[in-house]
């Protein structure tokens, strides 16, 4: 089964900025998009940003400009970037390989969460 590690959460003020990591424990990662997601309470779980294999990535309108996506293939990691934070960027953020922009992996990893205050 594979694993997903995700860190680097915590809290910051509006305009701020913190950078995620996600470890994947299988070399499956290699072969799939990925992406970040974010969850808020009471809402499904929203793609952010993805980022292929060979580094293109692709971000929804309220991150662009302001969130970056990457991944390193050797480590198995995949990074959040993240910019000029505001409080609607508060959720717990969760990655996963992407197969047509669907979740790959069922088994999600314990996110981490990220708190924006005015």
């Known amino acids: 089964q594979v694993q997903l590690v995700e860190s680097g959460g915590g809290l910051s003020q509006a305009g701020g900025s913190l950078r995620l990591s996600c470890v994947v424990s299988s070399r499956i990662f290699l072969i799939y998009t990925t992406g970040w997601f974010r969850q808020v309470p009471g809402k499904e779980r929203e793609l952010v940003a993805s980022?292929?294999?060979?580094?293109?990535?692709n971000y929804t309108d309220s991150v662009k400009g302001r969130f970056t996506a990457s991944r390193d293939n050797a480590k198995r990691t995949m990074y959040l970037e993240m910019n000029n934070l505001g409080p609607d960027d508060t959720g717990v953020y969760y990655c996963?390989?992407?197969?047509?922009?669907?979740?790959?992996?069922?088994?999600w990893g314990p996110g981490t969460q990220v708190t924006v205050s005015p």
């Open positions: 996963n390989a992407l197969l047509h922009c669907e979740p790959v992996f069922t088994s």
């Open positions: 980022v292929t294999t060979t580094g293109g990535s």
